[in-house]
């Protein structure tokens, strides 16, 4: 007999869910996770009482609030009226189908790809599902984590599986050693500048090589949180000692003997050797610098000491005429540098930048410093033990001292959808995920870069290389 | 839930010849609040229809010369934020179809769960339907689910590839809901062993 064909560890884990295989049909896929929160779950809720059916396992499925809430006064009922009906609607639903909800004031309430992985919840080897296309943050644990849409959510509410079809398999790998002030939202934006902001569409992407092998947790967690900007479905990382050190005590993880026999079971939860993917791309570490975007998608990035393209030096031309619309949005020319230009906003959040890790590479930053006098700043803890953990390690102070604004999680001005929004025309260095026009608020304008080089504009108000400063 | 059955479309189209149209164009975030999947059309490219004080913009969408069932726009098309109030927005407008030359994934996915077609075609059949509308904005687009085909009214036309389960779905309004629900016991079985 011959020896099993070498699978990569996205085939282990999506073999190991399918529950059906049709020919013509998309697999019938099991889901161990699912995560609502509520913006893209109400639809769902509705579809199941028109059906008349209830949920398929609650044990399953974990609710948070967090799209829409206030980062202010969050104990005070949302004075936003559209806002405050989603969540009564989410308390309301959960109530009914008897789902465990993280509601506004309760510890563990937070941004719902940050408080999975630290509540224990988000394991290697599962498979992982939210109305959220950021849901792909997960895969740093060595799982299968994507987003998905409404009608989803109610397939997985009322039958605990969905229908998908497999993507196809991308590697990324990156060796070497990072420069100075180089983290990694740098590694990804980079990426994405690379290879564009479709450049992953229709695969799975696992990330690989030694930089990434010693990158923390959270730090992967950043790198697999935008997998989704370049397109592709999700990415994911496989396990190692730093994963299940992570792991390891968490609140709902498996305790004790449980956990240690799972461990070895994690360890097999690699790529075989002779694997094939469709796709490989390689990186070098050393040729990452600190990134930041100058246009209106993710894929818009370049070297903070680099210029802006110009239509010439752009190859596509879909790209060129992105570039004139975007940089149009942007009030930005093309050919001269970012470097120095003022700005008016800087938000340190999002489910790819609001972790304790990033919370602290500012606060190091920022330590005795003042911001500008004509910038705001906003630091949103991605949860309630984020929040928690920053006060206990004093960072709060160093905020305070420093005129930033430390408020309550939630994801505030990542998306616009709250009270918290940049407003038109200002320009806003964000730790967030996307550039689109009107992401952070109508007219609103953003760069996208890492927590230093977010730390560096709040201080001295302008676009700067961390380099200078470290 | 039973929805229409679509099997056959011929209507005039309206152009958006721009290219990484992402869901937060198609639907602003702010809108997202609703509890229901109706009402959203009237959203429906808000920023890009309406400024903020709501006065119209010079948008296709506000130009009579162009109107249908058929929306087609430029390459990656709903690429962005999963929200699949983008795809109930479409719906909710009117459109059925949206041609373009690529469909970021996860709306694609969203599109045909709630009735509205994506349609790929080449680039250069593309740049085809954008002359021919330019030429004749109320010129007909015949899209044909069963045979898999779009084709204008000069006689030009492609064929479009839709996966065998999605054509019997659309062609038979059921979704994959009640495709799901019929596997239920085998699910309940493989929770069990799983678990």
Known sequence: ?470 | MAKDKFVILKSSAVPLPIENVDTDQIIPARFLKATTREGFGENLFRDWRYTPDNQPKDFVLNNSTYSGKILVAGKNFGCGSSREHAAWALHDFGFKVVVSSFFADIFKGNALNNSVLPVVVSESFLQTIFTEIEKNPQTEITVDIENQTISLANGQSETFEINAYKKTCLMNGYDDIDYLLSLNEEIRAFDLVNS
């Open chain 1, 1 to 470: 007999m011959m020896a099993n064909k070498p699978k990569t560890l996205f085939d282990k884990i999506w073999d190991k869910h399918v529950v059906k295989s049709q020919v013509g049909y998309p697999d019938v896929i099991f889901i161990d996770r699912h995560f609502i929160h509520e913006v893209t779950s109400p639809q769902a809720f509705d579809g199941l009482r028109k059906r008349g059916i209830q949920v398929f396992n609650r044990q399953r499925t974990t609710a948070t609030a967090d799209h829409n809430v206030p980062t202010k006064d969050q104990h005070l009922p949302i004075k936003e009226a559209l806002s405050r009906h989603q969540v009564e609607t989410l308390r309301k639903n959960c109530q009914e189908f008897g789902l465990e909800l993280y509601d506004l004031g309760h510890p563990f309430q937070g941004i719902v790809h940050i408080i999975g992985p630290e509540l224990g919840l988000t394991l290697p080897g599962m498979t992982i599902v939210c109305g959220d296309s950021h849901t792909s943050t997960h895969g740093a644990f060595g799982n299968i984590a994507f987003g998905i849409g409404t009608s989803e959510v109610e397939q997985v509410l009322a039958t605990q599986c969905i229908l998908q079809y497999k993507p196809k398999r991308m590697k990324i790998e990156i060796n070497g050693k990072l420069g100075k002030g180089v983290v990694s939202k740098d590694i990804i934006l980079y990426i994405i500048s690379k290879i564009s902001a479709s450049g992953a569409t229709g695969y799975f992407v696992e990330y690989a090589g030694d930089t990434i092998r010693n990158l923390s947790m959270e730090a992967r967690m950043t790198i697999c949180n935008m997998s989704i900007e370049m397109g592709a479905r999700g990415g994911l990382i496989a396990p190692d000692e730093t994963t299940f050190a992570y792991i390891k005590g968490r609140k709902f993880a498996p305790q004790g003997a449980d956990f240690e026999r799972l461990v070895e079971e994690w360890k097999a939860l690699k790529t075989d050797e002779d694997a094939e993917f469709d796709r490989v791309l390689t990186f070098q570490a050393e040729d990452i610098a600190p990134m930041i975007t100058y246009g209106t998608n993710p894929g818009m990035g370049i070297k903070i000491t680099d210029r802006i393209p110009t239509q010439a030096e752009l190859q596509d031309i879909s790209e060129q005429n992105s570039l004139t619309k975007s940089l149009a949005y942007m009030g930005l020319e093309a050919g001269l540098p970012l470097l120095g230009k003022a700005i008016d906003y800087v938000f340190i959040g999002s489910c790819t930048n609001a972790r304790i890790e990033d919370l602290r590479l500012v606060a190091d930053f920022v330590k005795g410093k003042q911001k500008a006098e004509n910038v705001e700043v906003w630091v949103i803890p991605g949860s309630k033990q984020v929040e928690k953990q920053a006060i206990a390690e004093g960072l709060d102070k160093i905020f305070a001292e420093a005129g930033f604004e430390l408020r309550s999680p939630g994801c505030s001005a990542c998306l616009g959808m709250n009270e918290d929004k940049v407003p038109a025309g200002k320009y806003c260095v964000s730790t967030s995920n996307r550039n689109f026009e009107g992401r952070q608020g109508p007219q609103s304008r953003t760069f996208l870069a890492s927590p230093l080089t977010a730390a560096v504009a709040a201080i001295t108000g302008k676009v700067g290389d961390v380099r200078e400063f470290i």
